[in-house]
């Protein structure tokens, strides 16, 4: 005897799909220092970005250091590279002036 499912198909569902190139991209994605994403703040990162959402930033929590919670930054997409006007001249300047980094 032989019962068929008909809600099952033997394709991709394409949003699983679109789930899992999130993830491989996450993999190779790291920040300007160099350190990957957190791993146990991952899965979030790739759901909140299939999900339409642009994430900027993200952290796992430390206990030893910083927030201990986990969070992640959501921004604008094609935000512009200044916020205010004449903003990355002011950061350079006053960089320079304190003999710091502009970070």
Known sequence: ????NPNFT?????????????????????DRLGFKIDENIKESVAVLNVSGFNTS??????VERGIAAP???????????ERFE???????????????TED
């Open 57 to 62: 930033q993200s952290c796992e929590g430390h």
């Open 1 to 4: 005897m032989s019962i068929e």
């Open 10 to 30: 033997n394709e991709t569902n394409p949003k699983e799909s679109e789930l899992e190139n999130a993830r491989l991209n996450l993999e190779n994605t790291s």
């Open 86 to 100: 004449g903003e990355n001249e002011i950061i350079k300047s006053t960089a320079r002036k304190y003999q710091i």
């Open 71 to 81: 969070w992640i930054s959501i921004a604008a997409p094609n935000e512009p590279e």
